[in-house]
Structure formats: structure tokens, C-alpha cells
């Protein structure tokens, strides 16, 4: 077995049933998921995750398939395969399956392109809409035949009516109509005795309505009588009834025949739709813990990232914790303060196991990594069990003694304050003694602890880690995340005061307790300032990348904008002298026309025609000369930019450097080294700092000057 019953219990694996149960649509599917245990192989969970995966994007759109409350059809599936005539209830049920199958094939075929599960579900439903129409034309919703089930049918319940209705309107005259034999009638109705219609009349009455006695009252003072009036419409009813009900054991020995013949075909259907309405509610399961498939490992080990508990994870907001063995380690020694959660850590890993062996998406990154392992033990330093004279301590022992005995390289280990329940130097030897010997075998674990002993195994054995629980010093409050290699203080004291001991006891152990801190509790305060001195580093390093990256991308958001402005300004320049140039283009083309004209006319004033014209092209000519003179020195804004490109072998001390944020020139004062690619220049009176990309290397004598533009 991968767990015992009773380590299940522990982890509360029944309660997530009980969760998983309650999405589930069908009477069966409730019971599988409820009866799902942890037994799959790696294979088997690879496949699962594929099939689960999709549905669950669907769940989290609020889409599933819709299946329905489905009745249990063993009983009718068995009846029918015998050739047993079903009942109204039972054709009900295989109406409600067909229309079912029906339902849910047209949702999987409107979503298979997105669900690959569809896809498959669709392909294994076959819906039978012929069988569908012949049953419910027949059967209604609470199982009874309908008057329309048969032409036959029809008229023998219509005849039925009638029938009663002329009985009961002469029975009517027969009692009203009589003044005297109402003082004889024992109430002034009529009833039915042995199917027939009958009147109930006083015991001296006898002989006053013509008719056959049919029944007495118990106490013999009332005759229930058959008026001859009526014994013939009583017999047809009669024969009706018997009518009746030969067509509706024919109605029903028909349908059962249509459900025999196509038995497999339903037995198929219901198999498909169980199946798909346990992975639907498995694919809300992990909707609702926001769940996912983890990867493999192929080797013993922990890899659990952004890790939360299944059964607190629906709480909002949940703790998340990195919860890992490194290749090297084989067992986690979570510390902390009481109520930190060191034992929502353990029970998390243990659950999740169990999760991915039965093939449930994990609430987990989809970048961790999780070994099935062959077994998993638990054992929790609670198991005091007075029924057998045992202590806490002994009951405790008898719980870590099979796990000695059999834990091997392929199982996974939990332990639960181990060794509590005697002094704490025993039971810190017995404790240390326990997990070199599981570790010697190779076995993978989880241990929770307050001894100084057990954490300082992992300061010198690196089969051992460390792990704690941290707790806020400001507000005394545990934060239930875990922080690996770090050993836990348990912070007795603060929880003491947080929960609101008196304060003269507070006080008294304060002044007890000065003075005799462990070495590793010592060890550890150092060890937390210094990592909080490191944070705050970090958090002012953080502030001033930001700062830095804000800068960064403020200069290059000028220098785009300024090299936009630029284009814009040319393009609008190059526009405006085009014109200008077209016009005078014209001009000159106009002018050389009229010397054309006069050279071809040779008129007394050609020569001077002549000469007017030849002025007015070279002015033209000049013009133009003059406007692309112009375009020239507008164009020289855009000119080339002084020096070239700068690299981080181009530039030493000194050397001069053009700086293209400010448009002037400077020399460098410091190039970084490594993964630093601002440069130290100093320009003027300024000392800064550039990116590289912002600098230009000049040439000896080059200066800003000489690259000024024109105006």
C-alpha cells in the first residue's frame, strides 16, 4: 500500500475527497471520487494531467460538460441483459442517460477544437435519438405512462373515463333521487370495494337497493352493496382495467426489448460519461485551487515551487512556499516558532504526493518537480494512545519503530516533532540517531523540530537542510513562510506575549531566560540581521537600478524625440524648397521660351528680346543655384555627427569624447569594468556618468565647435 489508512487520515486526504466529491455530477462519480486512492504510475499520472489539463481551462471559464445527476444503472443494466421487462422508474433512468449522452455530445463537439478530451468524449458517445423519442413519448418525467403511448392505450383510458363518469353520475340519481332510501344510506357517498363501484348502506336497509352484497364493515353494522344498475358498466370497467393493463405490459415489454437490443451500446455511454464527469470534477478541483501538472522526477527528490496546501489554498489569500531537496540532501529540518506552520509544511508535501499519485493537478508551479515514490510514512509526536498504557513519548516510539524497519531509498519520510515527549538532551539524540540512520539508507524526508542538536546536523552534514518558519518580529506574528537553509528559533517568549500571557510571568522569564540563549539561537539572531542588512541593501540597490533605468530611458526618450523633431524638420525644409525649386524651375523654363520665340521671330528689337530673355534664365539659373545652396546648409542640421561610435576599447583615461544628450565635448575620467557600461566623463565643471552608446570618440583637435549648424 503507498499509504496506510491512517497516514491518509493524517494528511486529510478523505477531507479533499470530500471537496473533489462535491464536484462531481453523478451518483457514481461521486463515489469514485470518493473512494480514489493513490496508486498511479508515472505513466498513467503523464496521462491523467494531459486529459484533466484542458477541462480544467474550460472550469475556469465556468464551462463544463453537462452531464447531470445520472441514477446508478447497474440494476437496470442487469435487469435488461436477463430480458426482464423494466418498469417506468428504470426506462425513466435510460431516457434520462440517453438524453444525457445527447447533451453532453453537442457541448463536446461546440468545444473539441480547444479540449483535446472533448474530442476523445465526443468520439466515444453515441447518442440514439429514435430510442430517446420511443421512451419519452411513453414514460414521464416520474416514470408513469403516458396516455399518448399507444393509440390503444389512449382509447382504453378515454373509455375508462367515461365509463366512471356514467357509473358515478347514476349512483348520483340513485341516492338523491330516493327520499327513503336516504335514511337507510350510512353517509351520502358511494366508494369502491374489490374494484367495483358500491354504495355502503345500514344493516336494516338490506333489501332496500336491488344488488349483490360485495362487502361488509369490520364491525358488521355497514353493507357495502353493488347496485344492479351499475353491474354492468362495474364489469366493463373491469374488463378495461385488464385491458389496460395488458397494453401496457406490452408498451413496456417493447421499450425493454429497444433497450436490450442496444445494451452496449449503453452500457458504453454511461462508462464514457462517469469517466468524463470524474475528470470534470477533478478539472474543477484544480480550477479551484488554481492548480496545475508538475513535472516528473526521475530520481528521489523535493522540488516544490510557490507549494500551497490543498485544503487552505481555497482560503484567500494563501501562503505559497518553495519547499526543495537538492540532489545532495536527503531530509528537510523545518524549525520555527509553534503555530508557524511547520506542520502545514509537512502535511503539504505529504498531500501533494498523495495528490500526484492518484493523478490530481497539484497546487504548485508547473516548474516543479515531484517524485512518486514507492511509499509514504508519517508519524506525528502526538500519538499518545491511552488504550494501550503507552505514553506520548512511548506511543510516539511504537510509530517511529516500522518506519526504521522498513523506510527505504524510494520512499518519502514525514516526521512530526520527532523525539518530543522526554527530556530534550534524549530526545535530541534519539532524534539525531533517526535521521542519520534514514539517511543513511538513502530515504527522503520532511522533519519538524525545536532541537538546537537536530539543526546543527545540517551545518556539518550536507545530507541534511535546513528550513525555517519566519516570524515577524514587528508585529510577533508568524508569517508561515518557509526560508530555506536557515535553522528556526522557536520565539517562545514573543508567542507567549503575542497570545497575552500575564505580564509579571512574561517578565520573570525574561529575566530567566537573559543570559542562556543557545549558541544557535545566538547563531541565528546574527544570522537574521545579517540577512535583513542584506535586504535592505538590496532593496536600496533595487531603488537605485530603478532609478537609474528611469534616467536611461528619460534620455533615450529625448534623443528619439529630438532625432523625430529632426526628421520632421528636414522633411518639411526638403518640401518647402521643392516648391521652391519647381517654381523657379518654371520661371526659367518660361524664359527660355521666350528667347526661342524671338530668335524664330527675328524681329528689329530680337537682339534685345534676345538679351532680356538670356538675363532672365541666368537669373533663374541663379536662383536655383542659390535655393539648393540653401538646401545644402539646411541639411547640414543633419550633418555628420563629430568623432565616431565609442567602444570600451576605444576609450582610456583622457581620452576627449563627444556627448550626445548635451551636444558638447569632454574627456573621460574612469571606463567600469565588467558588466558596468556607463562611462565617468567630465565635461565643463560637471563630473557624470554616460552610457556608453551616449558617447562619440573624437579625434585629436576635433571640438563641438567646428559641428555647430549653420544658420
Known sequence: MYASAQTLEKLEWPALLQILADFSQTIEGRSITLALTPHLSPAEVETRWDSVEPLKLLAAQGLKAPIGELLPMAAVFRAAGKGQILDGPSL??????????????????????????????????????????????????????????????????????????????????????????????????????????????????????????????????????????????????????????????????????????????????????????????????????????????????????????????????????????????????????????????????????????????????????????????????????????LSTFSGHLMGLKPILEAAGHNDLVLLDELAVGTDPETGAAIGAAILESLADRGVRGVVTTHFDALKSMALTDQRFRNGSMEFSLQNLRPTYRLLLDLPGQSFGLEVAEQIGLPGHVLKRAKELRHGRASSMDQAVAALMAARDEADTQTKIAKGEKLQAEAERLRWQNEVEHMQEARRKASQQLAERYEERLADLRREFDAALKEVKQAAKDQVQDGKAALLSGRQRAEGSLRQMSQAIGEIQRAYDIEGKLPGQPASRESLSVNTPVYVLPLKKTGRVLRVGSGGDDTIEVEVGIMKLRVPLHDLRVLSPGEGVASHRPNR
Open 92 to 389: 425513466r433512468a435510460v431516457a434520462d442517460l440517453l438524453e444525457s449522452t445527447r447533451r453532453t455530445h453537442a457541448f463536446a463537439s461546440g468545444y473539441e477544437t480547444k479540449c483535446a478530451t472533448l474530442r476523445r468524449a465526443r468520439g466515444q458517445l453515441l447518442p440514439m435519438p429514435q430510442l430517446l423519442l420511443a421512451i419519452t413519448k411513453a414514460v414521464g418525467a416520474e416514470g408513469q405512462l403516458l396516455d399518448d403511448a399507444s393509440p390503444e392505450l389512449s382509447a382504453i383510458r378515454r373509455s375508462k373515463v367515461q365509463t366512471r363518469r356514467r357509473i358515478e353520475d347514476t349512483l348520483t340519481k340513485l341516492i338523491h333521487g330516493d327520499s327513503e332510501l336516504m335514511a337507510y344510506l350510512q353517509d351520502d357517498f358511494f366508494t369502491v370495494r374489490a374494484e367495483r363501484y358500491v354504495v355502503p348502506m345500514k344493516l336494516d336497509g338490506r333489501g332496500r337497493v336491488k344488488g349483490m352484497i360485495l362487502d361488509t364493515s369490520a364491525s358488521g353494522q355497514t353493507l357495502f352493496i353493488e347496485p344492479l344498475a351499475i353491474a354492468p358498466m362495474n364489469a366493463q370497467l373491469l374488463d378495461l382495467d385488464l385491458e389496460e393493463k395488458l397494453e401496457i405490459a406490452r408498451i413496456f415489454r417493447d421499450l425493454s426489448a429497444l433497450v436490450e437490443r442496444e445494451l452496449d451500446t449503453l452500457k458504453h455511454n454511461y462508462d464514457a460519461l462517469v469517466a468524463l464527469d470524474v475528470m470534470t470534477a477533478e478539472a474543477c478541483l484544480g480550477a479551484a485551487l488554481e492548480a496545475g501538472p508538475a513535472k516528473l522526477r526521475q530520481v528521489p527528490g523535493l522540488d516544490l515551487r510557490d507549494a500551497r496546501h490543498p485544503l487552505l489554498s481555497r482560503q484567500k489569500p494563501s501562503v505559497s512556499n518553495a519547499i526543495g531537496l537538492e540532489d545532495q540532501h536527503n531530509i528537510l529540518i523545518v524549525s520555527g516558532p509553534n503555530a508557524g506552520g511547520k506542520t502545514v509544511v509537512l502535511k503539504t508535501v505529504g498531500l501533494l504526493h498523495l495528490m500526484a499519485k492518484a493523478g490530481l493537478l497539484l497546487p504548485v508551479d508547473r516548474e516543479s518537480s515531484i517524485y512518486l515514490y514507492e511509499h509514504i510514512y508519517l508519524e506525528m509526536g502526538d500519538a499518545q494512545n491511552l488504550s494501550a498504557n
